[in-house]
């Protein structure tokens, strides 16, 4: 692993900023077996006190407080850093003051104990349905997103250029996760037979609404488009072009529409194609070979995304193309309501399955926070630099016998499963599995709600 850390005068260690788009961290096989012998259960974490109690609410030492809160004793993991090992993080005002070695205590006014357990970045799902007021299938963001540890989930074309403003007002605004969206070339959305009219595919209109709201739009979406021709990929990415921004595209190939047309002819680099191991999308050669044309298509930029949902994630595709080294850019969820089912497409568990398909936890981390953000053009998301929000996901990795399901519900094996256990979003902590972050109730005295 490339050490870049370094030592500040006064002891702290100095984080350096993120390494240059589409740089790939690259870590060492000896830090990857570290990770994986090491058996960490959040569930057994041992109790920051004597009494009991994982809130460390003892009196400081001499001085004030730096710090609001602590995550003590937890194992890093921040690959836009390349750190990757025991430290501690603190955070102030909202965002990440410091990460040390050690930090004592006494520096902070609400200590969590975190050891045994990973603390990442919070998750940054750049494919999820979250228009709740929507399409038929959108979920609350809030609800799907911060039991997740994901602190930033982008919507990924359920409204278009006509309806975003709804959106914004009736479900972006209120979420306590940062929600960020590609907007759809349709400017009804996923609003289902909607979908296939070309009239709706205006990339003017589409391209003024994202430069109306650039802080909220990352880029464009096309999807389900069922007619022939090129009509629905050509129009999102004029509206990309014409707003300087990235376009993801769900596809499917038709006579006279090819997969590698698409991803050679049509597609720009840091354009993203999403449902990469879908069982329609041809990744693979009649003799489960990686098409040349794919890894073509990687070398000119095109960025390839997981994109789960109830459709697109087949083990019999990823399995053999990871093998052969073809792997995600970016792990996404394309998180709705059916997938949220059987598939169980939520962030933590395509993670684990990726885990047990053979990819290491900093490689599953990697491809779950800055490369995503990266993909974004947020650079400052995904990463645990100091000065950044303190967007944090706290994970635990459970061993023993687990089952996952793929799009198709067939299963597969594993031995490792990854948990939230705690999310905290702009240094609050609004997800806590075990209550790790709160003191015992016989010893809370008569409290109404701790903060
Ligand atoms: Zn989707």
């Avoid at 990440?96 to 799902?125: F, H």
């Avoid at 296939?196 to 990339?203: C, H, I, L, Y």
């Amino acid at each position: 692993m490339t050490t870049i850390v370094r030592k500040a005068t006064d002891g702290r260690i100095v984080l350096p900023q993120a390494h240059r788009n589409n740089e790939r961290t690259r870590l060492s096989m000896s830090s990857v077996k570290a990770l994986l012998v090491a058996t960490l259960l959040c569930s057994g974490v041992q109790a920051a006190d004597p009494a009991g109690r994982n809130a460390d609410t003892s009196e400081p030492g001499p001085g004030v407080p730096s710090y609001e809160l602590l995550l003590k004793g937890g194992h890093l993991i921040d690959p836009a850093n390349s750190l990757d090992a025991p430290m501690d993080l603190a955070v102030s005002a909202g965002k990440v003051a410091r990460v040390a070695k050690s930090i004592a205590a006494a520096e902070s006014k609400k200590v969590v104990d975190v050891s045994g357990c990973y603390v990442t970045p919070g998750l940054v799902d750049i494919h999820a349905h979250v228009f709740a007021h929507g399409a038929d299938l959108n979920v609350f963001p809030d609800v799907y997103a911060l039991p997740n540890g994901v602190t930033t989930v982008v919507d990924a074309g359920s409204s278009g250029w006509k309806n975003f403003p709804e959106f914004k007002a009736k479900v972006i605004d209120p979420a306590a996760v940062r929600v960020l969206a590609f907007l759809n070339i349709v400017g009804a959305g996923m609003m289902g037979k909607i979908e296939q009219d070309e009239n709706e595919m205006d990339a003017a209109a589409a391209a003024e609404m994202i430069k109306r709201f650039p802080e909220t739009i990352v880029g464009v979406k096309t999807a389900h488009f069922l007619k022939p021709g090129w009509t629905a990929v050509d129009r999102a990415v004029e509206a990309g072009r014409l707003s300087n921004t990235p376009v993801m595209v769900d596809f499917r190939e038709l006579p006279g529409r090819s997969y590698e047309d698409l991803l050679l002819k049509h597609m720009r680099p840091g354009d993203i194609h999403t449902h990469m191991y879908a069982e329609h999308i041809p990744l693979l050669n009649e003799n489960g070979v990686v098409n040349e044309f794919v890894r073509e298509a990687r070398h000119r930029g095109i960025i390839f995304d997981v994109g789960h949902g109830a459709g697109s994630f087949w083990f019999r595709v990823a399995e053999p193309a990871l093998k052969q080294g073809f792997i995600p850019d970016s792990i996404s969820t394309d998180y709705h309501k059916r997938s949220a089912l059987l598939p169980n497409a939520g962030m933590v568990m395509t993670m684990s399955k990726f885990l047990n398909l053979g990819m290491p936890l900093p490689e599953v981390v990697l491809r779950s926070t800055v490369n995503p953000a990266r993909q974004i053009r947020r650079p400052e998301l995904g990463t645990l630099s100091v000065g950044t929000a303190a967007d944090v996901a706290v994970l635990s990795l459970e061993k023993g016998n687990f089952g996952f399901v793929d799009s198709g519900h067939a299963k597969m094996n594993g031995d490792r499963r990854l948990q939230c256990v705690l999310t905290l979003r702009n240094g609050r902590v609004l997800w806590d599995l075990n209550g790790l972050s709160w003191p015992d109730w016989h010893k809370a005295g008569k409290y109404k709600v701790l903060n």
